[in-house]
DNA sequence: TGTACATCAGTGAACGCGCGTTCACTGATGTAC
DNA sequence: TGTACATCAGTGAACGCGCGTTCACTGATGTAC
């Protein structure tokens, strides 16, 4: 790992690193691809041998982001154990620990605009994402009477948008800055109603 | 309505249109002022007669956008008739209908990173448009058994997180491109369910 | 109705700046012998 | 262990560009008489 002399060592991973910082602080679109290369002690021409340009630095951000989240998420959920429903609740609050706790992967990976497609492997790490959301919905849905379940994938967008609005809207400065509830509080109360609402939850408190 | 010759005639609105049809299809942050007086038929500098700098049309943008977007949801609302829960209802589809039509309101007012003190003005439109959504939240709160009731303020924010998440995540192109449901059912069905939980709909479908 | 004049909305040129990208280069590293 | 050499990661200068903002100006408009 000799990071000093001509050679960094290591400079793939540190204008990914340095790009996640200024992403995390100017937004995707207010990144700069120079900022990075300078943060990461070294010229912006330097950028091009290990990056195609800009976009492709991005959706490396946003790819690594998403292993981050698969494996935040899958270890939450735990394979469903002790129960379904805790382990549900468990991937709601390991979602919005993820957002906290990595806002420029987060912000590279949904706010930044850039397509899914951007890179084969970017799409790859985004399905895998996406799968273990759905894997988790699935799991929990096998506990709703049939004639009332909806289907796995609609319910696993209710949550995923509730937990993006809540990070969004109330775990950020702006706009709903003056927040009057925790969010953990507030997403964790919401997702409680949402499913009581399914009947997986006793109906009194 | 003179629009031709030296003098523009209504340049202010103008340039808050071309602004619009900016953020609409670049974002807030890919918003230039340049291009915005280009298109509005105007050299840039014709732009510091009617606003002080680029955050200025912004703010400006998104103040109209609270003001339509508080009227739309006032009249969804309709005083909480015929009933506090269609009323709210039609309140949740409104919030829809606005991000759908008025795209570049949105994001000028919910994603442009702007602090809702840019202007008091803006400032003083936010308030207005917040206090819609939590008036539609009590009136309905209302209805539920005081144990059980949450404070008003927060299942409005659930609410508004959850549209809020369904028009970022799934009513546009990226990330969760390929929707699996409409938007206007997801949100509604959503929507349902989570009043339900709230004991405001009947247990069954 | 006609003329003189003040107002002020918009012009056009200029500024300094940082951007993403390219290019020929250089010199540290590591391998072959 | 020592030397020759190929590799290739990073340099530094340059490019053309569009940005936000400033400034002295110009000329269309509308009012006063």
């Known amino acids: 790992m000799g990071k000093r002399g001509y050679h960094h060592g290591n400079l793939r991973q540190a204008l990914v690193d340095a790009a996640l910082v200024l992403i ?23 950028v091009y041998r290990h990056f195609e340009g800009r976009e492709d630095l991005i959706a490396e951000a946003a790819r690594q982001g998403h292993e981050i989240f698969a494996d935040l998420m899958d270890h939450a959920f735990n394979g469903g154990n002790p129960s379904a429903l805790a382990a549900f609740e468990a991937t709601g609050r390991a979602y919005l620990a993820f957002a906290r706790q990595h806002p420029g992967h987060y912000m590279a990976m949904f706010e930044s605009g850039l ?6 492997e970017l799409a790859a790490a985004a399905a895998r994402s996406r ?3 759905e894997r988790a919905a699935e799991a929990l849905s096998e506990h709703i009477p049939p004639e009332k379940r909806p289907p796995p994938s609609m319910f696993s967008a209710h949550i995923w948008a509730m937990s993006h ?14 927040s009057p509830f925790p969010p953990e509080d507030l997403l964790e109360a919401g997702i409680g109603i949402y499913l009581r609402g399914l009947g997986l939850l006793p109906p009194d408190q």
């Open 115 to 120: 397509s899914a497609n951007a890179s084969p």
């Open 131 to 133: 799968a273990v959301l």
């Open 24 to 46: 995390e602080d100017k937004g995707p679109t207010g990144f700069t691809l120079s900022e990075a290369a300078k943060n990461a002690g070294v010229t912006p021409a330097a």
């Open 165 to 178: 609005g809540v990070v969004e809207l109330f775990a950020r400065g702006a706009p709903g800055s003056q």
